[in-house]
Protein backbone atom coordinates (compact mmCIF):
# COMPACT_ATOMS: atom_id res chain seq x y z
CA UNK A 1 0.00 0.00 0.00
CA UNK A 2 2.78 2.45 1.19
CA UNK A 3 4.50 1.65 -2.17
CA UNK A 4 1.60 2.20 -4.22
CA UNK A 5 0.78 5.66 -2.71
CA UNK A 6 4.73 6.84 -3.26
CA UNK A 7 3.80 6.37 -6.89
CA UNK A 8 0.62 8.17 -6.73
CA UNK A 9 2.48 10.99 -5.00
CA UNK A 10 5.35 10.53 -8.00
CA UNK A 11 2.46 10.65 -10.12
CA UNK A 12 1.07 13.72 -8.43
CA UNK A 13 3.72 15.39 -8.55
CA UNK A 14 4.69 15.04 -12.62
CA UNK A 15 0.99 16.85 -13.53
CA UNK A 16 0.30 20.36 -12.98
CA UNK A 17 -2.28 21.57 -10.73
CA UNK A 18 -2.60 18.41 -8.52
CA UNK A 19 -2.45 19.85 -4.99
CA UNK A 20 -5.22 17.85 -4.75
CA UNK A 21 -4.00 14.14 -5.11
CA UNK A 22 -1.47 15.10 -2.93
CA UNK A 23 -3.02 16.06 0.00
CA UNK A 24 -5.11 12.61 -0.37
CA UNK A 25 -2.43 10.84 -0.37
CA UNK A 26 -0.54 12.10 2.35
CA UNK A 27 -4.16 11.50 4.48
CA UNK A 28 -4.18 8.22 2.70
CA UNK A 29 -0.82 7.63 4.53
CA UNK A 30 -1.69 8.99 8.16
CA UNK A 31 -4.46 6.43 7.97
CA UNK A 32 -2.14 3.48 6.80
CA UNK A 33 0.74 4.48 9.76
CA UNK A 34 -3.00 4.31 11.99
CA UNK A 35 -3.86 0.85 10.98
CA UNK A 36 -0.81 -0.45 10.93
CA UNK A 37 -0.38 0.84 14.61
CA UNK A 38 -3.80 -0.93 15.65
CA UNK A 39 -2.68 -3.83 13.94
CA UNK A 40 0.81 -4.62 15.89
CA UNK A 41 -1.43 -3.74 19.35
CA UNK A 42 -4.42 -6.49 17.96
CA UNK A 43 -1.20 -8.81 16.42
CA UNK A 44 0.68 -8.91 19.92
CA UNK A 45 -2.55 -9.56 21.84
CA UNK A 46 -2.59 -8.57 24.99
CA UNK A 47 -5.91 -6.60 25.22
CA UNK A 48 -8.65 -7.66 26.39
CA UNK A 49 -11.87 -8.50 24.80
CA UNK A 50 -13.89 -5.75 24.74
CA UNK A 51 -10.84 -3.22 23.81
CA UNK A 52 -9.93 -6.01 20.97
CA UNK A 53 -13.42 -5.46 19.45
CA UNK A 54 -13.25 -1.46 19.70
CA UNK A 55 -9.90 -1.70 17.99
CA UNK A 56 -11.28 -4.05 15.04
CA UNK A 57 -14.19 -1.63 14.67
CA UNK A 58 -11.56 1.27 14.27
CA UNK A 59 -9.46 -0.73 12.01
CA UNK A 60 -12.22 -1.61 9.78
CA UNK A 61 -13.14 2.51 9.75
CA UNK A 62 -9.81 3.07 8.79
CA UNK A 63 -9.56 1.01 6.24
CA UNK A 64 -12.55 2.07 4.94
CA UNK A 65 -11.10 5.62 4.64
CA UNK A 66 -8.44 4.06 3.19
CA UNK A 67 -10.27 2.00 0.52
CA UNK A 68 -12.47 5.38 -0.44
CA UNK A 69 -9.07 7.55 -0.32
CA UNK A 70 -7.08 4.91 -2.85
CA UNK A 71 -10.51 5.11 -5.10
CA UNK A 72 -10.56 8.65 -4.80
CA UNK A 73 -6.83 9.38 -5.84
CA UNK A 74 -7.31 6.63 -8.62
CA UNK A 75 -10.47 8.79 -9.88
CA UNK A 76 -8.28 11.96 -9.60
CA UNK A 77 -5.39 10.64 -11.43
CA UNK A 78 -7.42 9.21 -14.31
CA UNK A 79 -8.66 12.74 -14.88
CA UNK A 80 -5.94 14.43 -14.65
CA UNK A 81 -4.07 11.46 -16.97
CA UNK A 82 -6.84 11.77 -19.48
CA UNK A 83 -6.70 15.52 -19.58
CA UNK A 84 -2.89 15.34 -19.99
CA UNK A 85 -2.66 12.96 -22.57
CA UNK A 86 -5.63 14.83 -24.74
CA UNK A 87 -3.30 18.09 -24.15
CA UNK A 88 -0.71 16.21 -25.32
CA UNK A 89 -2.62 14.61 -28.55
CA UNK A 90 -3.98 17.93 -29.47
CA UNK A 91 -0.25 19.17 -29.62
CA UNK A 92 0.81 15.51 -31.48
CA UNK A 93 3.00 14.76 -28.76
CA UNK A 94 1.65 11.64 -27.28
CA UNK A 95 3.65 9.41 -24.82
CA UNK A 96 1.49 6.25 -23.50
CA UNK A 97 4.19 5.07 -21.56
CA UNK A 98 3.01 8.05 -18.93
CA UNK A 99 0.16 6.16 -18.41
CA UNK A 100 1.48 3.25 -16.45
CA UNK A 101 -1.46 2.67 -14.48
CA UNK A 102 -3.29 1.11 -17.22
CA UNK A 103 -0.89 -0.55 -19.34
CA UNK A 104 -0.88 -4.34 -18.36
CA UNK A 105 2.19 -6.39 -19.21
CA UNK A 106 1.62 -8.89 -22.02
CA UNK A 107 2.14 -11.84 -20.16
CA UNK A 108 -0.46 -11.13 -18.03
CA UNK A 109 -2.97 -9.84 -20.53
CA UNK A 110 -2.65 -13.36 -22.27
CA UNK A 111 -3.26 -14.94 -18.80
CA UNK A 112 -6.23 -12.55 -18.31
CA UNK A 113 -7.60 -13.02 -21.65
CA UNK A 114 -7.79 -16.90 -21.21
CA UNK A 115 -9.25 -17.29 -17.35
CA UNK A 116 -12.28 -14.16 -19.16
CA UNK A 117 -12.53 -17.37 -22.04
CA UNK A 118 -13.05 -19.81 -20.10
CA UNK A 119 -15.60 -17.95 -17.84
CA UNK A 120 -17.54 -16.71 -21.07
CA UNK A 121 -17.79 -20.12 -22.61
CA UNK A 122 -18.86 -21.70 -19.50
CA UNK A 123 -21.38 -18.49 -18.92
CA UNK A 124 -22.49 -17.39 -22.02
CA UNK A 125 -21.48 -20.01 -24.65
CA UNK A 126 -19.77 -19.70 -27.73
CA UNK A 127 -22.72 -19.26 -29.73
CA UNK A 128 -23.86 -15.86 -27.93
CA UNK A 129 -20.04 -14.97 -27.57
CA UNK A 130 -20.00 -15.00 -31.75
CA UNK A 131 -23.78 -13.18 -32.37
CA UNK A 132 -23.22 -10.41 -29.36
CA UNK A 133 -19.63 -9.63 -28.95
CA UNK A 134 -20.03 -6.43 -28.29
CA UNK A 135 -22.87 -7.95 -24.88
CA UNK A 136 -20.04 -10.20 -23.38
CA UNK A 137 -17.72 -8.50 -20.89
CA UNK A 138 -14.15 -7.30 -21.02
CA UNK A 139 -11.43 -7.04 -18.80
CA UNK A 140 -9.43 -4.11 -17.28
CA UNK A 141 -6.68 -3.85 -14.50
CA UNK A 142 -8.62 -0.36 -12.72
CA UNK A 143 -6.60 0.97 -8.92
CA UNK A 144 -9.66 0.28 -7.37
CA UNK A 145 -9.75 -2.17 -4.06
CA UNK A 146 -12.15 -4.43 -5.64
CA UNK A 147 -13.35 -6.33 -8.37
CA UNK A 148 -16.21 -4.44 -10.14
CA UNK A 149 -18.37 -5.09 -13.31
CA UNK A 150 -19.43 -1.31 -14.75
CA UNK A 151 -22.61 -2.05 -16.70
CA UNK A 152 -22.49 0.98 -18.46
CA UNK A 153 -18.95 0.10 -20.11
CA UNK A 154 -19.12 -3.94 -19.95
CA UNK A 155 -16.31 -3.85 -18.39
CA UNK A 156 -14.45 -6.17 -15.19
CA UNK A 157 -12.31 -4.35 -13.84
CA UNK A 158 -9.23 -6.02 -11.58
CA UNK A 159 -7.78 -4.67 -8.80
CA UNK A 160 -3.75 -4.10 -9.43
CA UNK A 161 -2.53 -6.34 -6.87
CA UNK A 162 -4.22 -9.65 -7.79
CA UNK A 163 -3.63 -9.48 -11.59
CA UNK A 164 -0.67 -11.95 -11.16
CA UNK A 165 -2.60 -14.04 -8.73
CA UNK A 166 -4.72 -16.65 -10.25
CA UNK A 167 -5.76 -18.12 -7.05
CA UNK A 168 -8.24 -15.07 -6.84
CA UNK A 169 -9.52 -15.04 -10.36
CA UNK A 170 -12.51 -17.25 -9.48
CA UNK A 171 -13.97 -13.56 -8.61
CA UNK A 172 -13.88 -12.80 -12.49
CA UNK A 173 -15.93 -15.71 -12.97
CA UNK A 174 -18.27 -14.28 -9.77
CA UNK A 175 -18.69 -10.64 -12.06
CA UNK A 176 -19.08 -12.53 -15.45
CA UNK A 177 -21.86 -13.94 -13.89
CA UNK A 178 -23.15 -10.03 -13.26
CA UNK A 179 -22.77 -9.23 -16.70
CA UNK A 180 -25.28 -11.85 -17.64
CA UNK A 181 -27.75 -11.38 -15.17
CA UNK A 182 -27.49 -7.77 -16.01
CA UNK A 183 -27.61 -8.32 -20.05
CA UNK A 184 -30.72 -10.89 -18.97
CA UNK A 185 -32.39 -7.75 -17.41
CA UNK A 186 -31.83 -5.63 -19.92
CA UNK A 187 -33.23 -7.95 -22.37
CA UNK A 188 -36.34 -8.72 -20.16
CA UNK A 189 -37.01 -5.10 -19.25
CA UNK A 190 -36.41 -3.73 -23.03
CA UNK A 191 -38.26 -0.07 -23.68
CA UNK A 192 -42.04 -1.19 -24.84
CA UNK A 193 -41.90 -5.04 -24.54
CA UNK A 194 -38.63 -7.75 -23.92
CA UNK A 195 -36.16 -7.83 -26.64
CA UNK A 196 -37.34 -11.92 -27.63
CA UNK A 197 -34.52 -12.80 -29.66
CA UNK A 198 -32.19 -11.50 -26.88
CA UNK A 199 -33.59 -12.93 -24.18
CA UNK A 200 -33.64 -16.81 -26.10
CA UNK A 201 -30.51 -16.29 -27.04
CA UNK A 202 -29.62 -15.48 -23.22
CA UNK A 203 -32.05 -18.00 -22.07
CA UNK A 204 -32.68 -20.25 -24.35
CA UNK A 205 -36.36 -20.99 -25.89
CA UNK A 206 -38.47 -21.24 -23.02
CA UNK A 207 -37.01 -17.67 -21.14
CA UNK A 208 -40.47 -16.55 -20.40
CA UNK A 209 -40.89 -19.80 -17.79
CA UNK A 210 -37.53 -19.08 -16.60
CA UNK A 211 -38.13 -15.38 -15.50
CA UNK A 212 -41.47 -16.23 -13.84
CA UNK A 213 -39.96 -18.94 -11.88
CA UNK A 214 -36.97 -16.46 -11.26
CA UNK A 215 -39.04 -13.54 -10.04
CA UNK A 216 -41.55 -16.12 -7.54
CA UNK A 217 -38.09 -17.40 -6.02
CA UNK A 218 -36.76 -13.93 -5.47
CA UNK A 219 -40.29 -12.85 -3.99
CA UNK A 220 -40.09 -16.30 -1.58
CA UNK A 221 -36.65 -15.58 -0.89
CA UNK A 222 -37.55 -11.53 0.10
CA UNK A 223 -40.60 -12.53 2.28
CA UNK A 224 -38.75 -15.40 4.06
CA UNK A 225 -35.58 -13.27 5.08
CA UNK A 226 -38.37 -10.11 6.39
CA UNK A 227 -40.26 -12.52 8.11
CA UNK A 228 -37.96 -14.15 9.71
CA UNK A 229 -35.24 -11.62 10.32
CA UNK A 230 -36.98 -7.76 10.41
CA UNK A 231 -37.09 -7.27 13.87
CA UNK A 232 -33.40 -9.08 13.86
CA UNK A 233 -32.38 -6.71 11.47
CA UNK A 234 -33.65 -3.61 13.37
CA UNK A 235 -32.76 -4.53 16.90
CA UNK A 236 -28.92 -5.47 15.35
CA UNK A 237 -29.24 -1.50 13.41
CA UNK A 238 -30.28 0.27 16.88
CA UNK A 239 -27.14 -1.04 18.27
CA UNK A 240 -25.01 0.65 15.54
CA UNK A 241 -27.25 3.72 16.37
CA UNK A 242 -29.20 3.08 13.39
CA UNK A 243 -32.50 3.14 12.65
CA UNK A 244 -33.56 0.28 9.56
CA UNK A 245 -35.15 -2.37 8.69
CA UNK A 246 -33.29 -4.27 5.31
CA UNK A 247 -35.22 -3.04 2.30
CA UNK A 248 -36.64 -5.40 -0.27
CA UNK A 249 -34.32 -3.76 -2.85
CA UNK A 250 -31.07 -5.07 -0.90
CA UNK A 251 -32.57 -8.37 -0.56
CA UNK A 252 -33.13 -8.64 -3.65
CA UNK A 253 -29.62 -7.62 -4.41
CA UNK A 254 -28.62 -10.22 -2.18
CA UNK A 255 -30.19 -12.69 -4.00
CA UNK A 256 -28.38 -11.99 -6.79
CA UNK A 257 -25.20 -12.49 -4.89
CA UNK A 258 -26.43 -15.52 -4.27
CA UNK A 259 -27.31 -16.38 -7.83
CA UNK A 260 -23.71 -15.54 -8.72
CA UNK A 261 -22.25 -17.34 -6.17
CA UNK A 262 -23.58 -20.47 -6.58
CA UNK A 263 -22.58 -20.11 -10.54
CA UNK A 264 -19.17 -19.19 -10.07
CA UNK A 265 -18.53 -22.17 -7.23
CA UNK A 266 -20.60 -24.91 -10.07
CA UNK A 267 -17.35 -23.16 -12.58
CA UNK A 268 -14.99 -22.83 -10.62
CA UNK A 269 -15.03 -25.72 -8.06
CA UNK A 270 -13.26 -25.70 -4.58
CA UNK A 271 -11.27 -22.43 -5.84
CA UNK A 272 -14.10 -20.08 -4.53
CA UNK A 273 -14.46 -21.64 -1.36
CA UNK A 274 -10.57 -22.00 -0.66
CA UNK A 275 -10.92 -17.46 -1.79
CA UNK A 276 -13.63 -16.91 0.17
CA UNK A 277 -12.77 -18.86 3.30
CA UNK A 278 -9.13 -16.91 2.95
CA UNK A 279 -10.41 -13.40 2.85
CA UNK A 280 -13.32 -13.37 5.08
CA UNK A 281 -11.36 -15.21 8.09
CA UNK A 282 -11.72 -12.70 10.38
CA UNK A 283 -15.56 -11.96 9.60
CA UNK A 284 -16.49 -15.45 9.82
CA UNK A 285 -14.52 -15.77 13.16
CA UNK A 286 -16.55 -13.35 15.06
CA UNK A 287 -20.15 -13.20 14.06
CA UNK A 288 -20.43 -9.77 15.62
CA UNK A 289 -17.77 -8.32 13.45
CA UNK A 290 -19.22 -10.51 10.29
CA UNK A 291 -22.92 -9.24 11.22
CA UNK A 292 -21.55 -6.04 11.93
CA UNK A 293 -19.60 -5.85 8.05
CA UNK A 294 -23.04 -7.06 6.37
CA UNK A 295 -24.22 -4.54 7.89
CA UNK A 296 -22.71 -1.72 6.75
CA UNK A 297 -22.72 -3.46 2.96
CA UNK A 298 -26.02 -4.71 2.35
CA UNK A 299 -25.37 -5.92 -0.87
CA UNK A 300 -24.13 -9.23 0.21
CA UNK A 301 -25.47 -11.61 2.60
CA UNK A 302 -22.85 -12.41 5.17
CA UNK A 303 -19.28 -14.18 4.65
CA UNK A 304 -20.05 -17.19 6.45
CA UNK A 305 -23.39 -17.69 4.85
CA UNK A 306 -21.56 -17.08 1.42
CA UNK A 307 -19.31 -20.15 2.49
CA UNK A 308 -22.04 -22.38 4.06
CA UNK A 309 -24.13 -22.50 0.99
CA UNK A 310 -20.73 -22.50 -1.63
CA UNK A 311 -19.30 -25.93 0.06
CA UNK A 312 -23.07 -27.38 -0.17
CA UNK A 313 -23.04 -26.67 -3.30
CA UNK A 314 -20.40 -28.74 -4.05
CA UNK A 315 -22.39 -31.65 -2.07
CA UNK A 316 -25.54 -32.25 -3.93
CA UNK A 317 -26.38 -32.77 -7.13
CA UNK A 318 -24.19 -33.38 -10.50
CA UNK A 319 -21.29 -30.85 -8.69
CA UNK A 320 -21.31 -33.91 -5.42
CA UNK A 321 -17.49 -34.01 -4.42
CA UNK A 322 -18.21 -35.18 -0.97
CA UNK A 323 -16.45 -38.73 -1.27
CA UNK A 324 -13.63 -37.43 -3.46
CA UNK A 325 -9.85 -37.43 -2.67
CA UNK A 326 -8.82 -34.32 -0.77
CA UNK A 327 -12.56 -32.83 -0.28
CA UNK A 328 -12.48 -33.23 3.35
CA UNK A 329 -9.16 -31.47 3.07
CA UNK A 330 -11.21 -28.25 1.87
CA UNK A 331 -13.49 -28.08 5.23
CA UNK A 332 -10.58 -28.91 7.49
CA UNK A 333 -8.31 -26.00 6.53
CA UNK A 334 -11.12 -23.55 5.88
CA UNK A 335 -12.60 -24.77 9.58
CA UNK A 336 -8.81 -24.35 10.66
CA UNK A 337 -9.35 -20.73 9.06
CA UNK A 338 -12.82 -19.65 10.11
CA UNK A 339 -12.23 -21.11 13.80
CA UNK A 340 -15.10 -23.71 13.88
CA UNK A 341 -16.88 -26.96 11.80
CA UNK A 342 -18.36 -25.72 8.97
CA UNK A 343 -20.20 -28.79 8.34
CA UNK A 344 -22.98 -28.55 11.42
CA UNK A 345 -25.87 -26.62 10.09
CA UNK A 346 -27.11 -24.61 11.95
CA UNK A 347 -30.94 -25.12 12.49
CA UNK A 348 -33.03 -22.53 12.38
CA UNK A 349 -33.68 -22.08 16.43
CA UNK A 350 -30.14 -23.61 17.14
CA UNK A 351 -28.93 -20.55 18.45
CA UNK A 352 -29.40 -18.72 21.53
CA UNK A 353 -31.76 -16.15 20.62
CA UNK A 354 -29.68 -13.18 22.83
CA UNK A 355 -26.33 -13.68 20.87
CA UNK A 356 -28.68 -11.63 17.72
CA UNK A 357 -25.51 -12.18 15.54
CA UNK A 358 -25.71 -15.86 15.61
CA UNK A 359 -29.29 -16.09 15.01
CA UNK A 360 -29.07 -13.94 12.35
CA UNK A 361 -26.44 -15.80 10.68
CA UNK A 362 -28.22 -19.01 11.28
CA UNK A 363 -31.85 -18.11 10.47
CA UNK A 364 -30.15 -16.52 7.23
CA UNK A 365 -28.18 -20.04 6.43
CA UNK A 366 -31.84 -22.06 7.04
CA UNK A 367 -33.64 -20.11 4.53
CA UNK A 368 -30.87 -20.15 1.74
CA UNK A 369 -30.86 -23.65 2.58
CA UNK A 370 -34.30 -24.56 2.52
CA UNK A 371 -34.63 -22.70 -1.29
CA UNK A 372 -30.55 -23.80 -2.63
CA UNK A 373 -31.33 -27.68 -3.43
CA UNK A 374 -33.87 -27.76 -5.85
CA UNK A 375 -34.77 -24.10 -5.95
CA UNK A 376 -32.03 -21.85 -6.49
CA UNK A 377 -29.44 -24.28 -8.31
CA UNK A 378 -32.35 -25.51 -11.00
CA UNK A 379 -32.49 -21.30 -11.74
CA UNK A 380 -28.48 -21.29 -11.53
CA UNK A 381 -28.54 -24.21 -13.77
CA UNK A 382 -30.89 -22.99 -16.60
CA UNK A 383 -28.83 -19.20 -16.45
CA UNK A 384 -26.12 -21.23 -16.80
CA UNK A 385 -27.76 -23.02 -20.06
CA UNK A 386 -25.93 -26.59 -20.73
CA UNK A 387 -22.06 -25.83 -20.60
CA UNK A 388 -20.56 -28.17 -18.59
CA UNK A 389 -19.92 -27.66 -14.92
CA UNK A 390 -17.38 -28.66 -12.46
CA UNK A 391 -18.09 -32.08 -11.20
CA UNK A 392 -16.22 -34.99 -9.94
CA UNK A 393 -14.30 -36.12 -12.84
CA UNK A 394 -12.87 -33.24 -12.62
CA UNK A 395 -12.41 -32.41 -9.52
CA UNK A 396 -10.28 -36.14 -9.77
CA UNK A 397 -8.42 -35.01 -12.55
CA UNK A 398 -7.29 -31.86 -11.29
CA UNK A 399 -6.16 -33.81 -7.75
CA UNK A 400 -4.30 -36.52 -9.62
CA UNK A 401 -2.58 -34.02 -12.04
CA UNK A 402 -1.50 -32.13 -9.07
CA UNK A 403 -0.15 -35.17 -7.38
CA UNK A 404 1.87 -36.09 -10.26
CA UNK A 405 3.56 -32.73 -10.40
CA UNK A 406 5.40 -32.63 -7.02
CA UNK A 407 7.45 -35.53 -8.05
CA UNK A 408 8.02 -34.05 -11.92
CA UNK A 409 8.68 -30.73 -12.28
CA UNK A 410 7.65 -31.06 -15.99
CA UNK A 411 3.56 -30.82 -16.03
CA UNK A 412 2.28 -31.48 -19.14
CA UNK A 413 -0.94 -29.21 -19.26
CA UNK A 414 -2.94 -29.76 -22.38
CA UNK A 415 -5.71 -31.08 -21.15
CA UNK A 416 -5.49 -28.54 -18.25
CA UNK A 417 -8.40 -25.63 -18.09
CA UNK A 418 -7.19 -22.52 -16.50
CA UNK A 419 -9.82 -22.74 -13.96
CA UNK A 420 -8.27 -26.45 -12.96
CA UNK A 421 -4.55 -24.98 -13.22
CA UNK A 422 -6.05 -21.99 -10.63
CA UNK A 423 -7.51 -25.34 -8.33
CA UNK A 424 -3.92 -26.67 -8.40
CA UNK A 425 -2.83 -23.34 -6.91
CA UNK A 426 -4.85 -23.93 -4.00
CA UNK A 427 -4.45 -27.38 -3.80
CA UNK A 428 -0.55 -25.89 -2.56
CA UNK A 429 -1.52 -23.32 -0.88
CA UNK A 430 -3.33 -25.63 1.44
CA UNK A 431 -0.44 -27.93 1.88
CA UNK A 432 1.48 -25.15 2.95
CA UNK A 433 -1.08 -24.51 5.33
CA UNK A 434 -1.39 -28.19 6.60
CA UNK A 435 2.19 -28.44 7.20
CA UNK A 436 2.69 -24.93 9.03
CA UNK A 437 -0.18 -23.35 10.42
CA UNK A 438 -2.45 -26.61 10.57
CA UNK A 439 0.32 -27.65 13.05
CA UNK A 440 0.56 -25.06 14.73
CA UNK A 441 2.72 -22.87 13.41
CA UNK A 442 2.26 -18.84 12.52
CA UNK A 443 1.46 -17.32 9.63
CA UNK A 444 5.02 -16.28 9.43
CA UNK A 445 5.99 -20.45 8.84
CA UNK A 446 3.36 -20.31 6.53
CA UNK A 447 4.58 -17.16 4.47
CA UNK A 448 8.12 -18.26 4.63
CA UNK A 449 7.14 -21.51 3.01
CA UNK A 450 4.70 -20.21 0.35
CA UNK A 451 7.60 -17.60 -0.99
CA UNK A 452 10.21 -20.59 -1.11
CA UNK A 453 7.29 -22.56 -3.50
CA UNK A 454 6.98 -19.39 -5.68
CA UNK A 455 8.55 -21.59 -8.87
CA UNK A 456 5.48 -24.23 -8.20
CA UNK A 457 3.10 -21.28 -8.82
CA UNK A 458 5.74 -19.34 -11.94
CA UNK A 459 4.98 -23.06 -13.33
CA UNK A 460 1.20 -22.93 -13.18
CA UNK A 461 1.24 -19.36 -14.33
CA UNK A 462 3.18 -20.12 -17.16
CA UNK A 463 1.15 -23.14 -18.16
CA UNK A 464 -1.96 -20.74 -18.51
CA UNK A 465 0.28 -18.55 -20.85
CA UNK A 466 1.67 -21.79 -23.06
CA UNK A 467 -2.03 -22.71 -23.49
ZN1 LIG B 1 -21.21 -9.91 -6.66
Redesign the pocket.
Known amino acids: MRKRLRRAERIAESLPNASDIGLRVREAEKNVERARKWLKVIQLGNVGEDDRRALFMALEGVSYDIDICASDISLLLSQRMSSSLLRKREQKFVKPKTLRYFVIPRQTRIVLQKFLDECLNAIYGQNFRTRYPSLTPIVTIWPRPE?H?SSFSRTISIPPQDATKMCRFSSLA??V??SKIHNIMVALKAEKEPNQELASSLLGADWKDINEEWGRLEERFINLVKRKLDKTYLTLYSNIQDKFIVPRRYLGLQF??IL??VATTKICGPADIFLLGWISAPYCRDPFSGVRRHLLDL??PPDVVRLRYELYVLQIGQNNLSDSPRFPEIFRIVDNLIGFDLRSVPKEKWYDHQKLSDYLIGTYTFIVMKLLEKDIVGLVDRILGGSPQFDKDRWERIVRRYEESLSNPMLNSRDLLPYDLANMAWLKVADIFESTIGKGGTYKNFWTLRSKERFFFKRLWNCVVKK
Do not use: G, L
Open positions: YYHECHTECDNH
